[in-house]
């Protein structure tokens, strides 16, 4: 509408972030689909092979990290698909589809940890969620706009990184008991 910039509430981003699930493990589920798409990608790009595909769930010392040697994602594309809600590439034959399981998991953890390399590109790029300042910042009464506070709650850093490498790795840090 002329004249009105339209703002998105931070309810959104308690939804994204996993509000509406009752049961702590709906958060692998979203994981794991989120993998499969990238295998799949990786698949018909012919990365890798249906027989050197795998998806990896570690459980250690209270984190939790679910790994894939799928597509990656491009360090230059890290914000849009990492950091934007509601903002997918993904196709309609994708099983994560709409862009916002990604942070399912933090009501269940203190911070998300997302590293991701692309193959072809020597880097790794690391993107920090910090869930525990998200949970308070959503809670506050104030009319905060919901990319505001993702502005404030993520950061990312850049490694280098083997060119033929190409995976992502998420890791849930400090995992609540009922995860």
Same mark, same amino acid.
């Given at each position: 509408?002329?004249?009105?910039?339209?703002?998105?509430?931070?309810?959104?981003?308690?939804?994204?972030?996993?509000?509406?699930? *009752? !049961?702590?493990?709906?958060?692998?589920?979203?994981? +794991?689909?989120?993998?499969?798409?990238?295998?799949?990608?990786?698949?018909?790009?012919?990365?890798?092979?249906? *027989? !050197?595909?795998?998806?990896?769930?570690?459980?250690?010392?209270?984190? +939790?990290?679910?790994?894939?040697?799928?597509?990656?994602?491009?360090? !230059?594309?890290?914000?849009?698909?990492?950091? !934007?809600?509601?903002?997918?590439?993904?196709?309609?034959?994708?099983?994560?589809?709409?862009?916002?399981?990604?942070?399912?998991?933090?009501?269940?953890?203190?911070?998300?940890?997302?590293?991701?390399?692309?193959?072809?590109?020597?880097?790794?790029?690391?993107l920090t969620f910090d869930s525990k300042l998200a949970r308070k910042l959503v809670q506050e009464n104030d009319s905060q706009d919901?990319?505001? +506070?993702?502005?404030? +709650?993520?950061?990312?850093?850049?490694? *280098?990184?083997?060119?033929?490498?190409?995976?992502?790795?998420?890791?849930?840090?400090?995992?609540?008991?009922?995860?």
């Amino acid at each position: 509408m002329e004249g009105y910039k339209c703002r998105v509430g931070k309810g959104l981003l308690k939804i994204c972030m996993g509000d509406n699930y *009752t !049961d702590a493990t709906v958060v692998f589920r979203e994981y +794991v689909q989120n993998a499969i798409d990238a295998i799949y990608q990786a698949e018909s790009l012919d990365i890798i092979s249906n *027989t !050197d595909n795998y998806v990896s769930i570690n459980i250690n010392c209270g984190d +939790v990290q679910i790994m894939d040697r799928g597509i990656g994602v491009k360090s !230059d594309e890290i914000g849009p698909i990492l950091v !934007d809600l509601g903002n997918s590439t993904k196709t309609n034959s994708d099983i994560g589809r709409y862009g916002i399981g990604r942070l399912s998991g933090a009501n269940w953890c203190d911070k998300i940890v997302f590293e991701t390399s692309y193959q072809g590109e020597p880097i790794r790029s690391i993107l920090t969620f910090d869930s525990k300042l998200a949970r308070k910042l959503v809670q506050e009464n104030d009319s905060q706009d919901c990319g505001d +506070v993702m502005d404030e +709650v993520t950061s990312c850093v850049f490694e *280098t990184e083997a060119e033929e490498q190409h995976y992502f790795r998420v890791t849930l840090v400090n995992v609540k008991e009922e995860l």
